[in-house]
């Protein structure tokens, strides 16, 4: 997969994907978003410690890294297992500039993640225990159960068969009642599918640039 760094309004980077016309986070800030969408309603939603957090699109690492730096400010303890098909090469993720504005996470955290093993759980500190599962969504195997789902695919107008019924269903299998999924999109065909799942989903105040987001509960 062809991609282009490029910097976000908020000097954090992203990266472009010209073959769909799409950047992997939002133009107006990739921190900014990810933290709004991720970090404020969905690791802020839930008071679970140890934590166990299924993201679907590791990309860059961004919501991985994020994470990380909240558990080590909180004192929480992490399982995140993270399902990506095609990862970054080394040459990608080290020109990230993300560790200049996350503070809290050792040097290098980044790298070390991507560096880290697939397909095996890789203990970073006492905080993090990452497991990267390279895979299809749609072939994804994770063992659950999970308190909170980043759910971060390319746009549903750009790739609708990742924003499925039966991904969702594979979700909701994962997912006790009560935990929650979060994502950036409120489109009616992603709503429709996650209540047909078994969630109860609203609408949240988006991050810039989008008006609205959700969050789903597990019933």
């Known amino acids: 997969m062809k991609r282009e760094l490029r910097i976000t309004e908020d000097g954090s980077h ?11 986070h939002s133009i107006h800030g990739a921190i900014r978003e990810s933290t ?18 299924l993201e679907i699109g590791f990309g860059t690492g961004l919501n991985a890294l994020l994470t990380w730096s909240a558990s080590i400010a909180g004192g929480t303890a992490l399982y995140y297992h993270a399902v990506e098909k095609y990862p970054l090469t080394k ?16 040097p290098g955290s980044l790298i070390r993640m991507h560096e880290a093993k697939w397909d095996e759980p890789v203990t970073l500190d006492n ?7 390279r895979s299809d ?15 971060d ?12 019924e039966e991904v969702f269903r594979t979700i909701s299998k994962l997912v006790p009642t009560g935990g929650i999924l979060v994502t950036y999109t409120v489109k ?20 810039p640039g989008k008006r609205e987001m959700i969050r789903a509960t597990k019933s």
Not at 36 to 53: A, D, E
Not at 91 to 106: A, D, L, T, W
Not at 153 to 164: C, E, G, I, V, Y
């Open 91 to 106: 040459q990608e993720y080290r020109q990230i500039n993300y560790e200049h504005s996350i503070k809290g996470v050792p």
């Open 36 to 53: 709004h969408v991720f970090l404020k309603y969905g690791f802020n939603s839930v008071s679970k410690n140890p934590l166990r957090i």
């Open 127 to 133: 905080h993090l225990t990452l497991f990267k599962e």
């Open 137 to 151: 969504f749609r072939q994804m195997n994770p063992e659950g159960p999970f308190d909170l789902v980043y759910f």
């Open 153 to 164: 695919a390319f746009d549903p107008k750009k790739q609708p068969h990742l924003w499925s």
């Open 188 to 207: 009616g065909a992603v709503r429709r599918a996650l209540i047909s799942c078994g969630f109860k989903v609203e609408k949240l105040p988006g991050p």
């Open 14 to 24: 992203t990266l472009f994907v010209p073959g769909l016309d799409e950047p992997y």
